[in-house]
């Protein structure tokens, strides 16, 4: 049960680094959007 969820996860991570990737946007755009993001979820 563990495993599945283990893998899944897994999969989940390697569709999102993909994602990010091959986004129809500049490294740069991303990369601030992604620290942005990053930010505001730490900041509560």
Same mark, same amino acid.
């Given at each position: 049960? @563990? +495993? &599945?969820?283990? $893998?899944?996860? %897994?999969?989940?991570?390697?569709?999102?680094?993909?994602? @990010?990737?091959?986004?129809? &946007?500049? +490294? *740069? =755009? $991303? &990369?601030? &959007?992604? $620290? $942005?993001?990053? =930010? *505001?979820?730490? %900041? +509560?």
């Amino acid at each position: 049960m @563990i +495993g &599945r969820a283990r $893998t899944a996860l %897994k999969f989940f991570v390697y569709g999102l680094v993909v994602g @990010i990737l091959f986004a129809p &946007r500049s +490294g *740069e =755009e $991303t &990369r601030a &959007r992604l $620290t $942005t993001w990053a =930010e *505001e979820l730490f %900041k +509560g």
